[in-house]
């Protein structure tokens, strides 16, 4: 199995309103790819679709080969919604035993994953407090321990680093490559340019459309620039000429 994820031709978007046109990607096991794009330019969504919580207008998704919308693959996928979805009254640790419990963690081992998970974000020491008392950079680090918690083969990540501090984030890239490294596929989105250096794969996204698709160094040579921004830039211009000549 070497593609872990595959999207062929998708068209998405929300009742009869199309937000993505087009787009195609694939993960093999052990990469990590990142979405790159504008706030509105259609992350989420791709990602929903990728989760199957959007079944979509055209084209398909497949994850470990299987058709999504599927609701046993997510028992494959650590997930990292945008919005975090946390339990206020219940502590850290509490939310991870929950969520553990749910993807199927044994007792045994739910101790051990909490320490792991924990550890990543560096929360050990904050287990035990209400999560409703944490920052909104503490609530975005339980939320990424929560994906990692059942130690998934799959990891999709929706804007992981945002209120996240720099020492924090390169540790938490250390440990995205590690687990890439051991076989993972990993899937996020950012705004940030330090983030999308560190990815095997980048996706850039303008108004919902693939406008460029490769390695970061890759693409900067692809379009002789220095930064993926001026890549981003020149890529844009290139699909505004593009949408206004036909
Ligand atoms: N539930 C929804 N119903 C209708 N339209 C939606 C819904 N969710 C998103 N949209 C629209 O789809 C488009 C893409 O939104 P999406 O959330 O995918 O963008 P994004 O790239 O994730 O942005 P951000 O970086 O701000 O998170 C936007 O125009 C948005 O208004
Ligand atoms: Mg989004």
Avoid: C
């Amino acid at each position: 199995m070497t593609k872990v994820i595959e999207v062929l031709n998708l068209r998405q978007g929300y009742g009869k309103t199309v937000v993505l046109k087009q787009i195609n990607l694939k993960i093999k096991a052990g990469e990590i790819l990142a979405l790159l794009g504008p706030s509105g330019s259609g992350k989420t969504t791709l990602i929903s679709s990728i989760m199957g919580m959007l079944k979509p207008q055209k084209g398909t998704v497949t994850v470990l080969g299987n058709q999504m919308p599927n609701r046993q693959m997510l028992s494959e996928i650590g997930f990292m919604a945008q919005t975090d979805a946390l339990y206020g009254t219940l502590t850290a640790r509490e939310n991870l035993t929950f969520f553990g419990a749910m993807q199927g963690v044994p007792k045994a081992r739910l101790g051990a994953r909490i320490t792991y998970a924990a550890g990543v974000v560096k929360l050990n020491s904050h287990l035990d407090r209400a999560v409703q008392y944490f920052s909104g950079g503490m609530k975005r680090r339980l939320s990424l321990a929560l994906a990692l918690i059942a130690d998934p083969r799959i990891l999709i990540l929706d804007e992981p680093t945002v209120g996240i501090d720099p020492e924090l984030r390169q540790q938490i890239w250390k440990e995205l490559h590690h687990l890439a490294a051991e076989g993972k596929t990993i899937l996020l989105t950012t705004h940030v340019m330090d983030d999308a250096l560190q990815a095997d794969q980048l996706l850039l996204i303008r108004q919902g459309e693939a406008i460029a698709q490769g390695s970061p160094a890759g693409l900067v040579a692809e379009y002789r620039v220095k930064t993926i921004e001026e890549v981003f830039l020149k890529a844009g211009r290139m699909q505004d000429a593009h949408n206004s000549n036909g």
